[in-house]
């Protein structure tokens, strides 16, 4: 009875609090990265949204900006090194979109960047946090990236 009531609430987007769940994109091209990540934001109550590399989410946005009702994540956390576009290209192209100006962009990153690469990344192309692979753990990620949404919701 509480996993129908549970599977139902989830359908429709609420979770088990009753709070609305919030939508995470994820792009990875790691496929294993990708679904642990996945798992990870749908056990903190997350709906989720993934791509296996960057040209998807490309393509992606170019149906977002087509439509007037698309929905927009809450956060978006994507690899920099993918193949088809990297992680701070399609950051660039989203705080170019009205719609993204506000979403919390986090990068991750398995290469070691200078401070002045880190700098770069996040004046130039709108990105909001970076993540060095391997990622924290479960709880520490959690709070890292709830951290990041509070903050940029609280800042606007």
């Known amino acids: 009875m509480i996993i129908h009531l549970y599977s139902k609430l989830k359908r429709m987007g609420i979770g088990i609090s009753g709070v609305p769940m919030l939508t995470w994109l994820i792009a990875e091209d790691e496929t294993d990265i990708r679904n642990l990540l996945d798992m990870m934001c749908q056990v903190w109550g997350h709906k989720t949204i993934t791509f296996e590399n960057g040209q998807k989410v490309w393509d992606w946005l170019d149906k977002v ?87 940029k919701h609280s800042a606007t």
């Open 65 to 151: 900006e087509e439509t007037t009702d698309s929905q927009i994540p809450e956060l978006v956390l994507m690899d920099i090194r993918m193949p088809g576009k990297k992680g701070n290209e399609i950051a660039t192209r989203m705080r170019q979109v009205d719609k993204f100006k506000e979403t919390p962009i986090v990068l991750m990153t398995a290469f070691a960047l200078s401070e002045r690469e880190r700098t770069e990344l996040i004046s130039d192309h709108g990105v909001d946090h970076i993540l060095n692979k391997p990622l924290p753990d479960f709880e520490q990620l959690r709070n890292i990236l709830h951290g990041i949404v509070d903050n």
